[in-house]
C-alpha cells in the first residue's frame, strides 16, 4: 500500500511558478513510476508528466514541454513538478500518481490557480 500526499499548489500570477512535492509512504517508492496529472473545471483528467522509477526517463505533454519539469528523490520517498512560466490554462487540481505493473495509488490533489 502506497499513500501519497500532495503539496505546493497555491495562487500564482501568470507566469510565475510554483513547486509541487508527492510524499508517498512506504519502504518501496523507488520501484513505482511516478506521474502528475490535472483536471480542470468541465474537464477530463490529462497527464501532465511522468517519470520512470530510476528517474532515467520522462514524459511531458506537449502544452508543457520547457515550462515544467518532473524529479524524483527516492531517497527522500518524494517526486516534483517545477512549474515556471504558468498561463492561466494551467489552473487544475494537481495530482500525482504512483504506478507499477496493474497497480496504481493516487493522491487526493492541490489547487493550482493562475491568475492573468
Known amino acids: 500500500q502506497v499513500q501519497l500526499v500532495e503539496s505546493g499548489g497555491g495562487l500564482v500570477q501568470a507566469g510565475g511558478s510554483l513547486r509541487l512535492s508527492c510524499l508517498a509512504s512506504g519502504r518501496t517508492f523507488s520501484i513505482y513510476a511516478m506521474g502528475w496529472f490535472r483536471q480542470a473545471p468541465g474537464k477530463e483528467r490529462e497527464s501532465v508528466a511522468s517519470?520512470?522509477?530510476?528517474?532515467?526517463?520522462?514524459y511531458y505533454v506537449d502544452s508543457v514541454k520547457g515550462r515544467f519539469t518532473i524529479s524524483r528523490d527516492n531517497a527522500k520517498n518524494t517526486v516534483y513538478l517545477q512549474m515556471t512560466s504558468l498561463k492561466p490554462e494551467d489552473t487544475a487540481v494537481y495530482y500525482c500518481k504512483a504506478t507499477r505493473l496493474w497497480v496504481e495509488y493516487w493522491g487526493q490533489g492541490t489547487q493550482v490557480t493562475v491568475s492573468s
Open positions: 517519470i520512470s522509477w530510476s528517474g532515467g526517463n520522462s
